[in-house]
């Protein structure tokens, strides 16, 4: 009783912090919803290794909005930002290296349930973050950088003229790591692919095709059933994109990241 009443507390105190950071914004937490910050062994375990400075600026910029480093919830939330390095599919690095990936108060908590809900059904596997808040001027270069017909751009990238539900910090991009093999599961297409078998629409028509296997469509369930448990809602065109609201809410509700 004694250790659940020390950790109550401090979710008390995380939780009145996001409160008081988005003072200015009284609706950035959502009202009436219960959220669920587990303790978990594995955190408490990682949370003691040494982990060398972020030293982005995204960083500092992130936080200067209130925005929440995920790993100050969960630190056995994997993360490979795909847009830190050269490994994406436009060769080149936006995010000068970082390493951690920062989200709205309200998106980090459902981040954290979605990892709870995923480790409980498999506790070897674990959510990997490829993209979380992204300031619109990187978004801008993006764009410029992305050589494709205006057509196929727009499917996949929101433009700068029109904010994505990245540049206000309440959408994440994730997949599921097998940390028992330190490999993605199979979700029948790469992050950032463009095409048809990368959109969850097509799910059942690629399926009976042969293009999408049953065992990419179960994966892709999994990661949905996690998600949508922790209130994300998913798209019909990525089967790694999730966010907490619309853009007409976000538009509301969140400052947009610049």
Known sequence: MRVFAIFSAIVCLFFCSCIQNGANEPTRVVKNTVFVIPLQKETVRHSAKSVLPDTSYLNFLFL?????NIHDLDTSIQVKLQYADTTNFLKTGFYDGLKTAYLTCEAAIKLSNAQHYLKAMYPHYSLVVFDASRPLHIQQLMWDSLKMPAVKKYQYLS???????????CAVDVSILDLNTNTLLDMGSDFDYFGNLSEPMMEKELLKSGELSEVAYKNRLLLRKVMTAAKFKPITTEWWHFSICTKPEAQKRFELIY
């Open 64 to 68: 200067s909005k209130g925005l929440v």
């Open 159 to 169: 433009p700068p003229s029109e904010p994505s539900l990245h540049n206000y910090g």
